[in-house]
């Protein structure tokens, strides 16, 4: 439980007058040694581009010689988290299809200022995942478990 991802969502809907709070929550669990987490303040520029990249985060005891992880681009993502934390009121636009990251595609996520989107990704890679800001570059926070298929 404690390497777990677990979040809550709550959401205020439809007009005043019959508006509906609806609350969830979704918690994620690391399955075995090769589920690991990345965590990462990312740039996305205005230009379509992986998503994650990098290292792994080492979240349990290793000694102080061990070179990080490197994410492939064949791992899986099973859980993905990520908050916009750009103060110049940019958003960005993901997508899963490794296919180029763009504000007109149909099935793109918009996450903006100050925005943040989670989910569950049951066959999704590293490779699959490519983001674009809307101007320039905006920052996001990028945190996400990872199988390590490598």
Sequence with gaps: MADDAIATIQATILPDE???????????????ANDKWYYKL???????????A????????????????AVATGDKVKFLFIKN?????RSIYVTF???TASSSLAQAVTIGPNEAFTARLP??????????????????????????VG
Excluded at 18 to 32: E, F, G
Excluded at 124 to 148: N, P, Q, W
């Design 42 to 52: 990312t740039s996305v520029s205005n230009s379509s581009t992986d998503l994650i």
């Design 85 to 89: 934390v750009d103060t110049n009121s």
């Design 123 to 148: 066959n999704c890679t590293v490779a699959g995942i490519h983001a674009i800001s809307s101007a320039s570059t905006a920052e996001v926070i990028v945190c996400a478990l990872l199988d390590d």
């Design 18 to 32: 019959i508006a509906k709070t609806i609350s969830a929550t979704t918690t994620v669990t690391p399955a075995d």
């Design 97 to 99: 299809d490794a296919g």
């Design 54 to 69: 990098g290292y792994y985060t080492d979240y349990t005891a290793v000694d102080d010689d061990t070179a990080p992880t």
